[in-house]
């Protein structure tokens, strides 16, 4: 069982070669975080993610750790933005593994849920069109 925990600046790329399914596991998830162009009702081009290290880190890992005891996970890993990330990019990736599908979908709920109320990581909406400076 293990907890992999990853704050990148700037958006995420392709998954982590090591979290790729393997024969161990029967349920492998990965949701993929994607900054959309409408935020509280207005366009946006970016947000901008604020994040309070080593806090947040720690913090992610200690809920890892809980989601594997809990739901029996084989492993989890948990990659998150800091810093600006256009509309279309991911800026938040959970990938789970487990022996069923059941634990996994819970779990990942669960941890997402937990981390927008517990972690200390902020974003800010960037508008597409920023009022003109007079």
Do not use: C
């Not at 998954?15 to 393997?22: E, K, L, S, T, V």
């Not at 161990?24 to 990965?30: L, R, T, Y």
């Not at 366009?43 to 809920?63: F, G, H, K, Q, W």
């Not at 941890?111 to 069109?129: E, Q, S, Y």
């Amino acid at each position: 069982m293990s907890v992999t925990v990853r704050i990148i600046d700037g958006a995420l790329g392709d998954p982590a070669p090591a979290m790729q399914p393997a024969a161990q596991f029967g349920a492998a998830i990965v949701f993929d975080g994607v900054v959309r162009a409408n935020e509280g009702g207005r366009t946006i081009r970016a947000l901008n993610y604020e994040v309070y290290e080593p806090m947040a880190s720690n913090m992610l890992t200690d809920l890892g750790r809980e989601m594997l005891a809990k739901h029996g996970l084989v492993a989890i890993m948990v990659e998150h933005s800091r810093g600006e990330v256009p509309v279309g990019q991911r800026s938040f990736r959970l990938t789970v593994h487990a022996l069923h599908r059941a634990e996994a979908l819970a779990a990942v709920g669960e941890f997402i849920d937990r981390m927008k109320r517990d972690v200390p990581m902020w974003k800010t909406a960037l508008d597409a069109n920023p009022p003109a400076l007079l």
